[in-house]
């Protein structure tokens, strides 16, 4: 007899991640392994905002090559950081 465990899944299935949920997984990995994050892109550009705000102006980067990143800290939810970083700004 199999058990029904729909009740125990969680409220947010994969197909409903945000970017920042995939962020913060990707992150607490590397901090808990202690591994430099590393991406190889080729011909990519991207809109950065150059602030928290929606009417901002952003900075366009191309990437093409490797992009390495250490990370070092503790683990916690790039959300609340980005809402902290927001108010310091205000």
């Not at 892109?41 to 102006?57: A, G, K, N, Q």
């Not at 191309?62 to 990370?71: I, K, Q």
């Amino acid at each position: 007899m199999s058990k029904d465990t729909s009740g125990d899944l969680p409220a947010e299935t994969a197909d409903e991640q945000t970017w920042l949920d995939v962020v913060d997984e990707v992150l607490d990995t590397a901090i808990d392994r202690e591994e430099d994050l590393e991406c190889t892109f080729e011909d990519v550009t991207v809109d950065v905002p150059l602030r928290m705000d929606s009417e901002s102006e952003y900075a366009r980067w191309h990437l093409d090559g490797t992009v390495r990143v250490h990370v070092d800290g503790m683990r916690g939810p790039l959300s609340e950081w980005l809402r902290w970083w927001s108010r310091q700004l205000s």
